[in-house]
């Protein structure tokens, strides 16, 4: 070989290492791997808008169910746009709200407890109490209590009447009057309680028991074969005196509040002994407070 080639062998496999040796280096320094280098740069996502322009979009979905149990589902959508690629994130919620339902008392209140009442309207007059006296005013005045849970309840009332006279027996020129006290049971009946709704609440009652009256000036029907009456049915002359009896009857109630608005009518039948039954039908408005 001449001396020539020598050289240019020499040159080029010096060349080679000079090249070859920073590689080699670096391979051969502490802490190297073989694994694929890392970025320090930050990918920014949703909230984060980079100088580079990358914008993060974001959708909110809401859903009602309107249920006895109201559900709530919350859809949302992250969206991540990075240079060539996008990626959506969905994340749901459920909110459950549970609504009771409204107690039945709430919705229909029932009045119980004590109560005191006032009410007006007219008597008329019937049995032996018909021929002389015609209707007149009336008003009574009331106090009761009904048992919480139980349509039943107790109440005692003062009933005042002041009837007109009859015009065949107009010559004795008074009114008769009739004051009663009565001690009574009074039920609540369970039919047509929602005739006007739930408010105000509609209900019927019945009412019932013993009457003690006084009376004053009153001209009754005698029984046949007695002394002394006057006219073709024997009717007394104006008297006054106390008796026994007994009252039976029913009304309406409209219920509102801590409020009863009522409509009432009844019977109150006493007997004296030389007539026959006399009789009385209040017919009254009135209100109660509880």
């Known amino acids: 070989m001449s001396q020539s080639m020598s050289e240019r062998t020499i040159l080029a496999a010096a ?25 320090a740069q930050r990918i920014p ?40 690629r996008s990626d959506t994130v969905w994340l749901t919620r459920y909110d459950t709200v549970a609504v009771a339902p409204m107690p039945a008392a709430s919705l229909q209140h029932v009045l119980d407890g004590l109560y005191f009442g006032l009410a007006a309207g007219t008597t008329s007059p019937t049995g032996s109490l018909f021929q002389a006296n015609n209707a007149g005013m009336g008003g009574q005045a009331q106090l009761g209590w009904d048992i919480p849970g139980v349509p039943l309840g107790i109440r005692g009332d003062v009933n005042y009447a002041r009837f ?23 039920l609540r009946l369970p039919v047509l309680t929602h005739l006007l709704g739930l408010s105000p609440r509609f209900s019927l009652y ?75 039908v209040p017919i009254l408005l009135g209100m109660n407070w509880f």
Request: charged letters at 20%; one cysteine or more; proline letters at 4%.
């Open 45 to 84: 996502i949703t909230k984060e808008a980079g100088a580079s322009g990358e914008v993060g979009a974001r959708r909110d979905t809401v859903t009602v169910y309107r249920t006895r149990v109201d559900t709530v589902a919350s859809y949302r959508v992250d969206t991540v746009r990075m240079r060539g």
């Open 164 to 186: 007109g006279q009859d015009a065949a027996y107009a010559q004795s020129h008074v009114n008769g009057q009739l004051l009663t006290g009565n001690a009574d049971v009074r």
């Open 15 to 39: 060349a080679v290492l000079l090249l070859a040796a920073p590689m080699l280096l670096a391979q051969g320094a502490p802490g190297s791997t073989k694994t694929n280098p890392t970025s």
């Open 206 to 280: 019945g009412v019932g028991g013993l009457t003690y009256a006084s009376y004053r000036d009153l001209q009754m029907d005698l029984r046949s074969g007695v002394c002394c009456g006057t006219g073709p049915t024997n009717t007394s002359a104006p008297s006054s005196g106390r008796k026994l009896g007994w009252n039976g009857g029913g009304g309406a109630t409209l219920a509102f509040n801590h409020k009863e608005l009522f409509v009432e009518s009844r019977l109150i039948d006493f007997k004296s002994p030389n007539a026959l039954s006399a009789r009385a």
